[in-house]
């Protein structure tokens, strides 16, 4: 008995669709391509990098905290990370946004994983 590929196929999706609803197992997309800046410099204006991805890390290598937000400007939500830490965030995104507090400079490497 000879099967086609596509029964295959047919037959992987069902098996899937069923671990999915009956176990829990979630699927996620694997990286086409990573995204890494080694050394950024981020000011209290902002910065703001194109960066289609759907996993950051930021890491502060400067001597004062950056905020960070994905598709949205840092403004009143934003995520704090602090000297000497890294911060992941599983989520897809476009636009990475960073700002250092007032009156402040600080240094930040960035890697992803990108669609």
Known sequence: MSISLN????????LVGKYEREMGLRV???ARDHMFVPE????DKGVSLSISGFIYK???IGDYPVYINIDRPV??????????SYHIIPRVGRILY??????????????????
């Open 7 to 14: 029964e295959v196929l047919r037959l992987l999706n069902k």
């Open 28 to 30: 996620f997309p694997t």
């Open 75 to 84: 403004e009143n939500e934003y995520t704090v990370v602090f000297p000497g």
């Open 40 to 43: 950024l410099e981020v000011d």
């Open 98 to 115: 960073l700002k250092a507090p007032t009156g402040f400079k600080t240094k930040v490497r960035i890697e992803a994983l990108a669609l």
């Open 58 to 60: 930021v890491k502060v």
